[in-house]
Structure formats: structure tokens, C-alpha cells
């Protein structure tokens, strides 16, 4: 028998609504990768759930390396320096990515554009497995957590808003230093297609690709620079999310694979706006199940595709292939 409770105090409505904006984010950075390589190569790329898990690793092992080396966070200035080595690990985490990502583009995607949608999705599905066993033969098998500094874990030792005092409850900094990141990023994708040379490029190139090639434009350098910005994206949530002392696991690039396939379909495949308004979406919605009714944590954000579905089949801001 369900038993839902009838009044929900505030302050734990808030936080469940937090959860569910910062799990919004990270999925907006993750799908916008996705949304950004489908529009422009056309791939539905299954390994871009492992370019998250390995940003994630990295982050670990990163930051590890700088919190052993550097004093625990007991006063502004060594805070300071302790919060600026983590910005660095997650920055070098997500830069790291753009190579692997640019080099598989290079060498394995790039030679089966003309080929069936079959083929691709394949030939991705044995890169997600590659891809996992790597992760594992580094890492291993188990989760892995940054190193803690004397007994203070990261994102305790950066908890400098007072969420209690301000507003009655407690919550992390940390995650709402990724809500805002994650509507940065969101900004930043807008001005970046719409404003620069580089991003009209790389919609010109979506829009029409024998037309672009014919006025100069490289194809092979633009599908690689989509694909290096797709992997750093999606490396780049993958740090943010294990900052925020969430272990990280060979399999999480697997749930955030199928949620970020959710938010593009909610949203429309193609479209940053719609992956934008869709991953806050599917955050709330899922962070809730979790939340009061924890059976209902996978079925959530699938139900909630099939009643967007069912008003408005091209998603809510449907662009079918073009970057938007």
C-alpha cells in the first residue's frame, strides 16, 4: 500500500527541490554533450555516459593529489587555497577529456558517418564496454571517493554559505555552487552558438554540411571540435557531481547515459533550450521519487517523458537535428 504523507515540511520540500535543480544540472551538462554531438554528427554517441564516469575518476584521483600536499582548510587563507586547488582538479578533469574525446572522434567515429545508424550505435556500444573495463583496470571495481583532509571530507570543508541561518535549512554549498555552474554553462552554450564565429561554424555546419564544406569549412575539424566539447562537458559534470562526495562507480556512466537520453527527448533533440528545461525537469521529478517514494526512483523520469510525449511528440522545444 503507497502512503504518501499529506503535509511535507518546507524545509525538507526545499531540499528535496534543491537536489532535484542540482541533479538537473549535472544532467543538463551531460546531455548538452550528447545534444551538441547528435546535432551536429548525426551519432548518437552510447559511450557518453563513460566520458562522465572517467571525469568523475579523474576528479578523484586529481584532487587526491593536491589535498595530500597542501595544509586542511582551518582559516580564510588556507580555505582559499584548499578551494582553489578542487576548481583546479575539476578544471584539468574536463580538460582531459577534449583529447581522448577528440582522438576517438579521429580515429573510431569518424570513419562510419556514412554508414547505417546500426552500425553506429554499435560501434559505440563496444566503445561504452571498452570504455567501462578501462575504468576498471585504473580504478578498479569499487567506489572511490577524493581523499578527505584530516577527517573533513570536500564538500564539508567548502560549506561556506549558511544556508541554516539564511534560510532555516541546512545544504551543501558545494551543490549550489554546481546550480549555478550549471546555469552558466546553459548561458554560456546560448552566447557561444548564437554570438561567436566558431559556434555559427559549428551551426552552419548542422544545418547544412555540403554547403558549409563548400564555402571553406572543414568538416573533420568541426565534427572533432563538437566531439572534444561534447567529452569535456560531459567530463566536466562527471567532476562537479564526485566533488560533491559522491563516490564514484564504474557503472554510473550507464544511468546518466539513459537519464541524459530522457532530457534530450523531453526537450527535443537538438536543442540546448530543450535539454536545459528538461534535465531541471527530470532533476525535481526524480530528486521527489527518491525522496518520498524511492520505488518510484527509475520509473519517475520515464513517466514523465511519456506524459511530455503524449502532448508534444518533438519535445517541448523540438529542433530534430539542428543545433538550437
Partial sequence: MIELPLFIDLGDAAVHTLNGIFRGSIL????????????????????????????AFLLTSIATFFVVRIAAPTDPLSTAIFAAAIVIAVLLSAAILIPIAGAIEATVIRPIYDRAEMYQLLLTYALLLILV????????????????????????????????????????????????IGIGTFLFLLWFFDRTKTGRIIRATAIDREAATAIGVSSD??????FALGGFFAGFSGALYSVS????????????????????????LGSIRGSFVGAILVGVVWSWAIAEYPPAEIAAPFALMILVLLVRPEGLYGAWGEIE
Fill in 28 to 55: 543538463f551538462m551531460i546531455a548538452s554533450g550528447l545534444t551538441i554531438i547528435f546535432g551536429v554528427l548525426g551519432v548518437l554517441n552510447l559511450a557518453h555516459g563513460e566520458f562522465y564516469g572517467i571525469g
Fill in 133 to 180: 573495463d578501462t575504468i576498471r583496470i585504473i580504478w578498479g571495481s569499487q567506489p572511490v571517493r577524493p581523499a578527505a583532509v584530516d577527517g573533513q571530507q570536500i564538500h564539508a570543508a567548502l560549506d561556506v554559505i549558511p544556508m541554516e541561518e539564511l534560510f532555516g535549512f541546512q545544504y551543501s554549498s558545494v551543490r549550489i555552487f554546481t546550480i549555478f
Fill in 221 to 226: 575539424r568541426v565534427f572533432t571540435l563538437v
Fill in 245 to 268: 562526495a559522491i563516490p564514484a562507480t564504474a557503472e554510473m556512466g550507464g544511468t546518466a547515459l539513459v537519464l541524459s537520453f530522457v532530457v534530450i527527448v523531453i526537450g527535443g
